[in-house]
């Protein structure tokens, strides 16, 4: 999966369950076993990226220090998760709207562009979908 080109994902627009403004946000893919193809979203704007999170040496970096400092070689607990995540995302770089990309876990958690409250809740429209090309989050 090394090679950087966009991956076709679907998409749908959510209505924020607390001020109704529609958010793009991506479908799970169908998978098995362990995903290494992760998202994240642009804060400001809301564009999406994808990485490879064994490929990508600072999202692999920030985990493993992130485990070592908090005594958690078995695995991160939540708030280690949220503090690894937080020290990658401080290594990419700004999207064009100036806003920063935030790694995504939960589709439902996804802050509403709007108000920033999260996505959980909002009602999946009927329908196919629209069919987009993620970029990578890093060339």
Do not use: Q, Y
């Not at 958690?72 to 770089?93: I, M, Q």
């Amino acid at each position: 999966m090394s090679a950087k080109a966009a991956v076709r994902r679907v998409a749908v627009d959510l209505a924020c369950p607390s001020c109704a403004r529609p958010n793009p946000v991506l479908l799970p893919e169908a998978s098995c076993g362990n995903e290494f193809v992760w998202h994240a979203r642009c804060a400001g704007c809301g564009a999406w990226r994808w990485f490879h999170s064994r490929e990508d040496a600072s999202f692999v970096l920030a985990v493993k220090e992130t485990a070592r400092r908090r005594g958690e070689a078995g695995g991160l607990s939540p708030e280690g998760t949220r503090e690894a995540h937080a020290a990658f995302e401080a290594t990419v770089e700004p999207c064009a709207c100036r806003g920063r990309f935030k790694v995504v876990r939960e589709m439902e958690d996804v802050p509403c562009l709007g108000c920033g409250r999260p996505l959980r809740g909002a009602a999946i429209p009927a329908g196919p979908g629209s069919r987009i090309d993620v970029p990578p989050l890093r060339s």
